[in-house]
């Protein structure tokens, strides 16, 4: 991973973490994180637009979007996971440190042990040969966290946190069964304590009666360890069960963010207010209605707002440009010059 | 929403489409060669075990449950990709569960299946025209080529894909998820069919086209001509679009009756379990989740008795010996509202 140059127009302005006014520091912050990817091409790929949170203790962030919006792309730059393609700018500070700033070097000592993920279908991804167990001791021994015995012990007590049995370490993965295995792979992003959980569409191919099983340990997770989770899916309703903050993202922007509540009740952003619009629920009749067209392209120049195309309120300032992400409420900010009257640039 | 009551009182009236009675599916599980020497009973893994529910033509019925419980055994036993092993199925009185060769394929023709994940469903080599033209061929509809062209047109239209003649000579690779599940729905649409299965059709596209096939879905069957049975596992979906839910469970059907019955006045413990775990859009509407612990049981090893009872959190006594059978409960507005269960 190289620093790239990103032209001062793109930056957005600078946010004012929320939680400095609580007097807490956050775990992790990320701030103006830009991911480019180089295409075969030759052209550049701009997947991530400079997108700025922060994760206090115990929060819970719903990163959501459409496929290709930048959300996975964002959580695996907080990893230092990207390809050899990719580049980035911005920054990444667990405990005010930026570990994007000497690539690997500087991630290697935070991955996992500040900073851990489970992957989308890491379900899957368990070793078939080896037993399941060994893959969590593996890991902790792999990162000093702890070595024989010890490291053992303590795999059998995140069993036991996330509901399997001790015992159960000492089967092999095809005797699982999926949320089993989901479980597993979460028990082993955990083995080094990290602050901050990242989760990649935890429960998207389970059963629905699994995935709320998995959801209620995630929830009960961060309330017992304090950690902070964030959780990438384009389910809205999964986020409104789960989280208490939400980032709803588009072409590789924050275009809305805040407490669930605000805004699933006073979406500011149109994007956020079509998407909940496509979203069937149980109990609301409201008919659905999809969003037309499709995502604009990340390899080229967008101007104006990205959403401009597909919205149902743009105006002609919309096509021409950027919108900026302002306050609009407590904790409460959206992109959108539909609700950003003065805006000059 | 709306129209939907006018929609279920008009098909009260005829006669059921498709008429499923006491259909049962079962493989039988291999048996090693001690055991069939031994003559040790064949064991038989109860995919389906005694389904029974009725399509009616104009509506949209959804058949909803956990993975194994069922679901795509019984559609394909309904469109006679695997055989029966008891019960029968009746496409507009005639039983087809036992027909053979030429007299089978005209009732192919009128059942068509839509897959789950259009990116495999398509062939990747063939033009979205022959798509849609194969069924014709196999099946010979159509007089002539310019008449199937027409009709390959007509359809690509009806699914949501206009201009027609934009689509007509693209690849798959070249459209969105959104509009291949569109070109597989016109693929079965050349053939006129009388029942639409689609078996999880948008659980593979982007949350922001999901509704707009699921419209598609639902405009097809409001026309009267067709019936449409959706599987799928996203009891909101179901709830929002189909007319009739029917909740399986380990082969069993274990409640069904008019969407909003089920939803808002639930009588199986399972499907209130079910139901309190769906997450909900709005943060302030989230309700407690009634938790299920364990996993689905084997269907090769059904519980005796209710076979929900080693889960069910009202369980008694003789829940572990009586199996219930499908009732309707003499409080329920609907006739055809039922649970099976000793409690209702």
């Not at chain 2, 389904?51 to 019925?61: H, Q, W």
Request: aromatic letters at 4%.
């Amino acid at each position: 991973m190289s620093p790239h140059n990103a032209s001062p127009s793109e930056c957005p302005a600078t946010t004012v973490p929320a939680c400095l006014a609580e007097g807490e520091a956050p775990l992790v912050s990320v701030d103006g994180l830009h991911v480019w990817f180089a295409l075969p091409s030759g052209r550049e790929l701009h997947a991530v637009q400079g997108v700025s949170f922060d994760l206090e203790r115990g929060v819970r962030l719903g990163l959501v979007g459409e496929s290709g919006c930048g959300k996975t792309t964002t959580i695996l730059s907080m990893m230092g996971l990207l390809p050899p393609s990719a580049s980035v700018a911005g920054a990444v500070s667990p405990r005010a440190r930026n570990i994007l700033a000497r690539g690997e070097q500087s991630v290697r000592s935070h991955r996992w042990t500040d900073i851990a993920m489970v992957f989308q279908g890491a379900m899957n991804s368990l070793n078939p040969v080896k037993t399941v167990g060994s893959q969590v001791v593996e890991a902790m021994e792999y990162h000093n966290v702890a070595h024989g015995e010890a490291a053992r012990t303590r795999a059998g007590e995140l069993f036991e946190m996330l509901g399997i049995s001790a015992q159960s370490g000492a089967r092999f993965p095809h005797e699982f069964s999926g949320g089993m295995r989901q479980r597993a792979a979460i028990a082993m992003a955990l083995s080094c304590s990290p602050d901050v959980l990242l989760a990649d569409e935890p429960t998207t191919a389970l059963d629905v009666m699994v995935q709320a099983q998995i959801g209620e340990l995630l929830v009960g997770l961060t309330r017992e360890l304090g950690m902070a989770m964030v959780l990438v899916t384009h389910d809205l309703p999964l986020v409104a069960q789960l989280c208490e903050r939400v980032a709803v993202m588009y072409a590789g922007k924050i275009v809305e963010s805040g407490p669930m509540d605000a805004v699933f009740h006073r979406p500011r952003h149109p994007y956020t207010r079509m998407l909940f619009a496509a979203t069937p629920d149980l109990y609301d009749k409201e008919r659905v209605v999809s969003i037309p067209g499709a995502p604009p392209q990340l390899d080229r120049r967008i101007d104006g707002c990205a959403f401009a195309p597909r919205c149902d309120s743009a105006s002609d300032r919309c096509r021409v440009q950027h919108p900026r992400l302002l306050d609009i409420g407590p904790q409460h900010k959206a992109a959108c010059h539909a609700k950003d009257p003065g805006a000059c640039t | 929403m709306i129209p939907r009551a006018t929609v279920v009182s008009a098909a009260h009236d005829c006669r059921p489409l498709v008429e499923v009675e006491n259909l049962s599916t079962y493989y039988p599980i291999r048996q090693n060669l001690g055991a069939s020497i031994l003559r040790k009973p064949r064991r038989f893994v109860k995919a389906v075990d005694g389904v029974t529910f009725a399509l009616v033509r104009g509506e949209m019925t959804a058949l909803v449950g956990e993975s194994g419980c069922g679901k795509t055994t019984t559609v394909q036993t309904i469109l006679r990709m695997i055989d029966a092993t008891a019960g029968s199925v009746r496409l507009e009185g005639e039983d087809i569960t036992r027909l053979t060769g030429r007299r089978i394929r005209a009732y192919r023709r009128r059942m068509q299946m839509i897959y789950q994940d259009p990116y495999e469903s398509l062939d990747p080599r063939f033009r979205v025209r022959s798509i849609i033209e194969e069924p014709m061929l196999i099946h010979h509809v159509g007089t002539s080529r310019s008449d199937r062209r027409t009709r390959t047109l007509e359809a690509l239209s009806q699914a949501g894909l206009t201009p027609p003649e934009f689509y007509m000579d693209r690849y798959p690779h070249e459209l969105s998820g959104g509009q291949r599940q569109r070109v597989a729905i016109a693929a079965s649409l050349v053939l006129d069919p009388v029942l639409l299965i689609a078996d999880e059709p948008v659980s593979m596209l982007d949350v922001s086209v999901r509704a707009g096939v699921l419209s598609l879905l639902d405009d097809l069957r409001r026309d009267g001509a067709m019936a449409v049975l959706m599987i799928t596992h996203d009891l909101s979906t179901a709830a929002h679009f189909a007319d009739r839910i029917a909740v399986m469970y380990l082969g069993r059907i274990v409640e069904q009756g008019l969407a909003d019955d089920v939803v808002c006045d639930p009588l199986h413990p399972y499907t209130k379990a079910l139901l309190s775990v769906v997450p909900k859009r709005d943060p302030r509407r989230q309700t407690k989740p009634q938790i299920l612990r364990g996993e689905t049981p084997n269907p090769a090893n059904v519980p005796c008795g209710c076979r929900f009872h080693p889960r069910c959190p009202v369980a008694f006594a003789e829940c572990s010996t009586v199996d219930p059978a499908l009732r309707s409960p003499s409080s329920v507005s609907d006739a055809h509202h039922s649970a099976a269960c000793l409690l209702v």
